[in-house]
């Protein structure tokens, strides 16, 4: 499964963006999703994952409240939806999809390129 991420980009503090992620296949359906960051210097850490039927989804606590994962199996996309953007949410944005709803980086066999997002204060 290939993935693609996108949506990235400048924004101001306090602002919103939605990062879409599209599969190369029409097998989405099969697999949990997950989002995960990596700050420049940093980790890579979890962000949200939501499972095959979209009935669970989890949250980092530093993105509870602001962020919303969300996924439609037909059109083969997930998305992130990010608001109250703060300058701590800079990262790069990746994509994953694997066989169980995890927060583990590990449980994901297929990840997407990364999306860049820049939060300014």
């Known amino acids: 499964v290939q993935l693609q991420a996108s949506g990235g980009g400048l924004v101001q503090a306090g602002g919103s963006l939605r990062l879409p992620c599209t599969a190369s296949?029409?097998?989405?359906?099969?697999?949990?999703m997950g989002w995960f960051r990596q700050a420049p210097g940093k980790e890579r850490q979890f962000v949200a994952t939501?499972?095959?039927?979209?009935?669970?989804?989890y949250y980092a606590d530093p993105v509870k409240g602001r962020f919303t994962i969300s996924r439609d199996n037909v059109k083969n996309t997930i998305y992130l939806q990010m608001n109250s953007l703060k300058p701590e949410d800079t990262a790069v944005y990746y994509c994953?999809?694997?066989?169980?709803?995890?927060?583990?980086?590990?449980?994901?066999?297929?990840w997407g390129q990364g999306t860049e997002v820049t939060v300014s204060s």
């Open positions: 296949e029409r097998t989405l359906s099969s697999y949990a």
């Open positions: 994953a999809a694997g066989p169980r709803y995890s927060i583990l980086a590990g449980s994901y066999a297929y």
């Open positions: 939501i499972s095959r039927s979209s009935d669970s989804t």
